[in-house]
C-alpha cells in the first residue's frame, strides 16, 4: 500500500477526535460556573493530556489496521514525538494551577490527603521517569528487556491513577455516567496492554515453532531457520516482520522484532541478525530443536507488484532486501531492482556470495559501497550521499518504490537526498528496528 496524504489526514482527524473524547464528555450536559481562564486552561489540559498518553497504547505499530497506512518506522517515530507531546501535556496541568491558584499545592500535601499526595507525587516522578527513559535508555545501559516491563507498567499506573483523579476531583465528571465513561474509556485503552502482553501470547502458545538449524553469515552475522510445529507455517509478504521469542513459552519479556530474511514461498522461516545485541549476542548458541514463538507479520515495507524497487540498505538492514530479491528469483520476476548495499569493509557484506548469484538470475543491479575499503577496492567507498544515489538513479525513477533500512544516519541522509531528487515522500519507505 502506497501512502497517500488523504490517510493521513485521515487518520490525524480520527487521532484528534479521540483525543477530545474524555473533555468532550466533560463539557457535556450541565457544567459547574466557570472559574477563571487558567485554572480552566490547566484543566483542560490534564484532560488532553491523559486522553493523548492513553491513546500511546493505540497508536503504538502493534496493530495491523493502523500500521500498514504509514509503515512500523512512521508509526513508532509517532509515538516516540507524541510521547514527548503527552510529557509536558500532562507536566502542564499541574503547573498551569498552581500558577494560577498557588492553593493547589494542598493535593500534593499528604497531612491534606495521604494517598492522594503520594499517588499524584507518584505520577509525577513516573512521567520523568518513563519519559527519561525512553529517550535515553542506551545511554542509561537498560536492556530492552528491562525498560520493556518498565515502560509498561509505568504507563499503565499513569493512565491508571490520572484517571482515578479525574474521577475523585469530579469538577467536571459529576454526574455518576460521566464517570463510568471517563472510566470505561481509559479502561479499554490500558486493555490493549494487557491484551498485547498476556492474551496474545495466550492465544499464541499452541502456535510453537523449532528452530531447525543457525548458520554463520558473513558480517559477524547469523541466521536462525524455523520450522512450525504442527500447525501451519505463518504467512507473510517480503518485507515485513515479525515479534519473535526463543524459549519454552511464549510468556516473556524477551520479545523483539526481526525481519523475515527468507522468501515467503520458502517452506522454513528465516531471520538474520547481527550477533551485537543484548539478545542477537546469543543467536549462535541457540541449540536445534529450540522453540520458538512469532507473532504476526507485521509492517508495510512490502513491494507493489507493478513497481520496480531500489534499495538503500546498510549493513544488517539487507534482510528484507533479501526477502524481496529472493521472492523475485523464485517467481523469475522480470521487474528491475537496484541495490545500493553500504559496510564497513568487504569481509562484512552479509549475503556477499548470494547476492551475486542472484544477479545472474534476475533484473538486478548491485553497487557495494564501503566505509573503509581494501587497497585494492575498485567500488564506490565513502557513505552513500545523493551524488553517489545519482549516479545510479533510474532513468525512469517514478517506476520505482524505494525501501531504505539500515542505521539511522544513513537512511535519514538517503531519504533526504532522494527528496532533493525529486521522489514524493510517499514512494519512500523506511523501516529502523532502534527499540532492540
Known amino acids: 500500500m502506497r501512502y497517500s496524504a488523504s490517510n493521513g489526514l485521515l487518520w490525524l482527524f480520527i487521532y484528534f477526535i479521540l483525543a477530545l473524547i474524555p473533555m468532550g464528555i466533560a463539557l457535556v450536559g450541565d457544567i459547574p460556573e466557570l472559574r477563571s481562564f487558567w485554572i480552566e486552561f490547566g484543566v483542560a489540559l490534564g484532560f488532553v493530556g491523559l486522553s493523548v498518553f492513553a491513546l500511546q497504547f493505540l497508536f503504538s505499530g ?19 514525538q507524541i510521547g514527548i507531546v503527552a510529557f509536558l501535556l500532562i507536566l502542564a496541568h499541574p503547573v498551569t494551577l498552581l500558577i494560577a491558584d498557588p492553593s493547589f499545592i494542598s493535593y500534593f500535601d499528604p497531612t491534606d490527603n495521604f494517598f492522594r499526595a503520594v499517588a499524584l507525587s507518584f505520577v509525577t516522578a513516573a512521567i520523568f521517569l518513563i519519559t527519561v527513559t525512553s529517550i535515553w535508555r542506551i545511554n542509561f545501559g537498560l536492556q530492552y528487556e528491562h525498560w520493556r516491563m518498565i515502560h509498561g507498567l509505568l504507563a499503565l499506573a499513569i493512565v491508571f491513577i490520572g484517571t482515578v483523579h479525574a474521577i475523585q476531583v469530579g469538577h467536571y465528571l459529576e454526574p455518576l455516567w460521566k464517570k463510568i465513561a471517563v472510566g470505561v474509556l481509559m479502561a479499554s485503552m490500558m486493555y490493549l496492554v494487557v491484551h498485547t502482553r498476556f492474551v496474545r501470547p495466550w492465544l499464541n502458545r499452541k502456535k510453537p515453532y523449532r528452530i531447525t538449524s543457525v548458520t554463520e553469515e558473513l558480517g559477524d552475522s547469523w541466521t536462525i531457520n524455523l520450522e512450525p510445529i504442527y500447525h501451519e507455517r505463518m504467512k507473510f509478504k517480503p518485507g515485513q516482520f515479525a515479534w519473535i521469542t526463543i524459549g519454552p ?23 538474520t541478525a547481527k550477533g551485537d545485541g543484548d539478545f542477537t549476542v546469543r543467536w549462535k548458541q541457540f541449540e536445534v530443536g529450540t522453540h520458538a514463538y512469532l507473532e504476526g507479520p507485521f509492517g508495510s515495507f512490502v513491494p507493489e507488484p507493478d513497481a520496480n524497487l531500489f534499495l538503500i540498505m546498510g549493513g544488517i538492514g539487507i534482510t528484507p532486501a533479501m526477502s524481496m530479491l529472493r521472492t523475485m528469483c523464485i517467481d523469475k520476476d522480470p521487474r528491475k531492482a537496484v541495490l545500493i548495499y553500504a559496510n564497513e569493509s568487504y569481509d562484512d557484506i552479509t549475503f556477499r556470495d548470494e547476492l551475486d548469484e542472484m544477479a545472474q538470475k534476475i533484473d538486478l543491479e548491485i553497487v557495494h559501497v564501503l566505509d573503509k575499503p581494501d587497497d585494492d577496492w575498485e567500488g564506490e567507498e565513502g557513505l552513500i550521499t545523493k551524488e553517489l544515489l545519482k549516479k545510479y ?3 525512469n525513477p517514478h517506476e520505482f518504490m524505494y525501501f531504505l ?10 531519504g533526504i537526498a532522494l527528496h532533493d531528487l525529486g521522489i514524493a515522500w510517499n514512494y519512500i519507505y523506511m ?6
Request: hydrophobic share 40%; glycine share 4%.
Open 62 to 80: 502493534r496493530f495491523k489496521q493502523i500500521a500498514p497506512v504509514f509503515g512500523n518506522d512512521n508509526i513508532l517515530n509517532f509515538h516516540r
Open 431 to 436: 523501516e529502523r528496528f532502534q527499540i532492540v
Open 405 to 414: 533500512c539500515g542505521p539511522a544516519p544513513m537512511m535519514d541522509m538517503a
Open 393 to 395: 538513479f533510474p532513468e
Open 249 to 271: 513459552t511464549p510468556f516473556s519479556l524477551q520479545q523483539h522484532p526481526f525481519t523475515f530474511s527468507s522468501s515467503p514461498r520458502s517452506d522454513l522461516i528465516s531471520f
